[in-house]
């Protein structure tokens, strides 16, 4: 199978998984919002999930896949699968000790952080105080998902894909059950919702777990810390952490500024986020996690060429991909939102009001695709450094534009903000990368950005047209439904058929792969 074809089917099977666990997530946005609406409760869950959420991305899937995908896949084929099963169990026994200490300390320490990241909530009676219990019941869902990281790493080496992406289904489930079960039989309901993480995270790695077994791989804890490639993950995690972290921050940092805006600001920029990372979860991370192993294989066989390749395909897809989706979000977000939102406590003031952040958001996408296929090129030649670097002025950028936009646009600003970041984030990456490796080979990647940039425009106007046929104030109607769905529907064909017309040749060549043919001059 060619590597192109590789990558493809790869991404898709990612991208099927994690659609079917982002519309259980979709569910689950859905089912919060009506019973706990955008407000006191809600506020106190959303940033009380901030902290363990941020330490998942900080041991988990950020810095750890970053530097154990490309040092497993080197240890497996430069030393075989003996050796490479012992590194894992390795670093299987080492992330039980650590995520064990780190969750017991959060615990503990959710007293003295909380107060510092979510400092406007002191303001409100009570508000600090239950955003401190509810951090402190949802951190050991950091142990959980951080084990399954790697679990996931590995079966990624190996070509498997499918489960892992699915498991956020069981996350989902688990909480959609506390909140229709339990939270009316709770003296605080929204604790309901804090245990439902918990048990997600359990049923998330017991779900992938198993199927190691299939590829002869049984991960019992190691104390064999010493080994070169273990201390090679661990400093490579090193700045990957650090990296991740200011990217994290960068939400922290959204979120500590929200919470002096009015109530709700905070709800209505999660309920935004969350529509908007519904695509990039889809298929931005699935293509940039495709990538990875693909480039990690070149960089250790030394195959520029190859790399570059890969990395051309890479952004291809994304700009593909990210440019219709940019603008369908920009379109349908309040069709969206009062569609599969306003019921319940969810109001069309919160409609209003998440619509108009998910429209500052949208641009974002492209940028944060772009980026999320960059930086696993540093990670494939083990330079997690540079990424690092750009982070912490990325987070500079977001910070002051927030501090700058709030005051006139209040929490529309702060979503403003961080497009902003994401674009100064994804420049600067490519301007990095182009002096390390030189000459990238962009130019046909700028002329198909033209393409469906046109595209995209032509999809637009047939959205737009579409969407005016419905009455959105009216919220949950059939004729609502339908006109969404034919919108979207007509705007995607419409796309298509755009882009074969301007001649965008990658969507033949999809097409093509897809059907498991070799495209040609491939």
Known sequence: MSEKKHLTLAA???ALATLLSRCAGLIRDVVIAAFFGAGYGADAFFMA????????????EGSLTAAFVPTFSAVRQQQGEAQAHHVACQCWGL????MALVTAVGILLAP?????????FGTVAGKLELTVRLTQLMFPYLFF?????????ILNVYGHYFVPALSPVMLNAAMILAALLFSSRMAVPIEALAWGVVVGGLLQLGMSLPLLRRYGVRLRPGWDWRNPAVVRITRLMLPGVVGVAIYQINVVVTRLLSSFLAEGSLSYLYYSQRLFEFPQGIFVVSIAQAVLPSLSRHAVADDRSALLDDLRYGLSLILLITLPAAAGLLLCAKPLFSLLFMQGAFDVRAVHQTALALMAYAPGLVFVGLSRVLVPVFYARQNTRTPVWISFWTLLVNAIA???LMRGYGHVGLALALTLSALFNALALGWVLRRQLGPLGLRPLFWLGVKASGAAAGMACVVFWLLQQGDWPAGQTWRNGLVLLGAVGSGGLAYLLLCRLLGVALVRDLGMLLRRRRPAGR
Not at 49 to 60: E, G, Q, S
Not at 95 to 98: A, D, K, M, R, Y
Not at 145 to 153: D, E, F, H, K, Q
């Open 49 to 60: 999930f901030t902290l363990p959420n941020l330490l998942r991305r900080f041991f988990a």
């Open 145 to 153: 998902v951080s084990l399954l990281a790697l679990v996931t790493g």
């Open 112 to 120: 003295l952080v909380v107060p510092l990241v979510a400092a406007g």
């Open 402 to 404: 927030g501090l700058l």
């Open 12 to 14: 898709a099977v990612l």
């Open 95 to 98: 992330l039980l000790l650590v």
